[in-house]
């Protein structure tokens, strides 16, 4: 920022364009590797994308690599996975849940910050807050999960319910089926999932009352 507070320096990827156009690039690169050098159809390498981009770990027994160059080109996926995620997807699912103080994008925060988050309307007209609006929002989609599970997986409800959490937390406790059907959908409730849980959790622990005061001193870390 310069001295007389007119300019703002802008990194790189405040620019919401930018943002988007790079991830939709990553996207469009990871789908034709996987596609035309992998021998994966359009749905597995949609599923493997987010399975590995987002460390689900669920493809592993049932889409198969074809050699160990895609292998490699399966650590970079996984590399630079979670930074493209957070780089654009994020923002978008942290003012869905308003929380639109932690979006990352300054151009962001100036398209959307112009009149009052549409979750405060919300809480001012039903009186529900904005933390219970996105625990809500979270357990939707896990129950969500539930019926995929159930309806398109063919598991108990009880598996359902596995299938639902291990993707929502990223341990990947159930597989999807290897269909185009299973993969498309599991692909995108990955997509959304993850972020919305992880941004759904940080409200709670920040909502947490704490009297701890950091120490610092010359001769001591700051703690």
Do not use: C
């Not at 159930?150 to 598991?155: C, D, I, P």
């Not at 959304?192 to 940080?202: A, N, R, V």
């Amino acid at each position: 920022m310069v001295g007389d507070n007119r300019y703002i320096e802008m990194g790189l990827f405040d620019s919401r364009i930018t943002q988007l156009l790079v991830f939709l690039g990553w996207v469009l690169v990871i789908m034709l590797v996987y596609t035309l050098a992998g021998d994966l159809s359009a749905d597995e390498s949609f599923r493997y994308m987010w399975d590995l981009g987002l460390n689900i770990g669920t493809g592993v027994g049932n889409i198969n690599e074809k050699d160990e160059l895609i292998t490699l080109f399966s650590v970079f996926t996984m590399l630079s996975g979670y930074f493209m995620v957070a780089l654009f997807y994020v923002d978008f699912i942290s003012y869905v849940v308003g929380q639109e103080e932690s979006m990352y994008s300054t151009s962001f925060k100036k398209l959307f910050m112009t009149g009052t988050h549409y979750s405060k309307r919300l809480e001012r007209a039903t009186g529900i807050s904005r933390a219970a609006y996105a625990y809500t929002l979270t357990l939707a989609w896990m129950a969500l999960g539930v019926v995929l599970g159930m309806l398109v997986e063919n598991h108990s409800f009880i598996t359902s319910l596995s299938y639902s959490v291990g993707m929502m937390t990223s341990t990947g406790s159930q597989q999807p089926k290897n269909e185009p059907l299973s993969n498309w959908l599991a692909g995108t409730f990955m997509l959304i999932g993850i972020p919305l849980l992880s941004i759904s959790t940080t409200i709670f622990l920040a909502a947490q009352p704490s009297n701890y005061e950091r120490v610092s001193s010359d001769s001591r870390v700051d703690l």
